[in-house]
T-cell receptor, first 114, second 114 residues
Framework: GQQLNQSPQSMFIQEGEDVSMNCTSS?????WLWYKQDPGEGPVLLIA?????ELTSNGRLTAQFGITRKDSFLNISASIPSDVGIYFC??????????????FGKGTKLSVKP | KAGVTQTPRYLIKTRGQQVTLSCSPI?????VSWYQQTPGQGLQFLFE???????NKGNFPGRFSGRQFSNSRSEMNVSTLELGDSALYLC?????????????FGSGTRLTVV
C-alpha cells in the first residue's frame, strides 16, 4: 500500500528553538495535512494544504506543499513546552472512493531536552 | 459544540471474544471514518461510512466490520479478537466527504486484548 516517510522519528527541543520535520512519498498527493496528537487524545488538525507550492501558516507553525506534490514540511518557530507531542503528516491521493482516505506518516515525537 | 464522542474509552477483552465500539459524530456530520493506531503500524484506515453506506474500506480482515445509523452514529465490531488487535481505535467525523471537508477525530477507544 501507499506509505509516507516521515522524519525525523523523534527530536528533542529546547524552548525557543525552531523545529522542522518533513514527509515524503513515492506517490503524488492531492492534499497534505499536518496533525498533532497529545497523549490520550486523537489527532488534531494543525494545517491543511491543497495546492502544490502552497505555504500556509497557523501561528508559529508553517507548512508547505511540495512542488512535486510528493512531499511536505512543517516548521515550528520559537518552540514552547506545550509543543511537545506527536506530529503526523497525512496525505490524500484524491477525491472519491479510496482516494479520499488519509494515509498517515509514522509520526515525529517532540520531547523537551532534559 | 460537542466533539466526536467515542465510548468506551478503555476496554479489556479476551482472545476469541468480540467487541463493539461506538462513535457519535459532531452534530450535523454525516461521514464517519475509523482508524486503528498501533505503535508498529501507526494510523491505518479501517472504513468510512457516509449516510449509512460504507463508502470505503481499508485492508483489514473481515473480522472488522462497521455500520452507521440514520442519526449518523457509527459502531465498529471486531469478532474473534486476536492479541494483535490491541490498539487505539479512532473515529473521525466529517460534514461531508472527508476529502472535501476534513476530519475531526475523537479521543479514541483503547482496546487491550489479553
Amino acid at each position: 500500500g501507499q506509505q509516507l516517510n516521515q522524519s525525523p522519528q523523534s527530536m528533542f527541543i529546547q524552548e525557543g528553538e525552531d523545529v522542522s520535520m518533513n514527509c515524503t512519498s513515492s506517490s503524488i498527493f492531492n492534499t497534505w495535512l499536518w496533525y498533532k496528537q497529545d497523549p490520550g487524545e486523537g489527532p488534531v488538525l494543525l494545517i491543511a494544504l491543497y495546492k502544490a507550492g502552497e505555504l500556509t501558516s497557523n501561528g508559529r507553525l508553517t507548512a508547505q506543499f511540495g512542488i512535486t506534490r510528493k512531499d511536505s514540511f512543517l516548521n515550528i518557530s520559537a518552540s514552547i513546552p506545550s509543543d511537545v507531542g506527536i506530529y503526523f503528516c497525512a496525505g490524500q491521493l484524491g477525491y472519491g472512493g479510496s482516494q479520499g482516505n488519509l494515509i498517515f506518516g509514522k509520526g515525529t515525537k517532540l520531547s523537551v531536552k532534559p | 459544540k460537542a466533539g466526536v464522542t467515542q465510548t468506551p474509552r478503555y476496554l479489556i477483552k479476551t482472545r476469541g471474544q468480540q467487541v463493539t465500539l461506538s462513535c457519535s459524530p459532531i452534530s450535523g456530520h454525516r461521514s464517519v471514518s475509523w482508524y486503528q493506531q498501533t505503535p508498529g503500524q501507526g494510523l491505518q484506515f479501517l472504513f468510512e461510512y457516509f449516510s449509512e453506506t460504507q463508502r470505503n474500506k481499508g485492508n483489514f480482515p473481515g473480522r472488522f466490520s462497521g455500520r452507521q445509523f440514520s442519526n449518523s452514529r457509527s459502531e465498529m465490531n471486531v469478532s474473534t479478537l486476536e492479541l494483535g488487535d490491541s490498539a487505539l481505535y479512532l473515529c473521525a467525523s466529517s460534514l461531508g466527504p472527508p476529502e472535501e471537508y476534513g476530519y475531526t477525530f475523537g479521543s479514541g477507544t483503547r482496546l487491550t486484548v489479553v
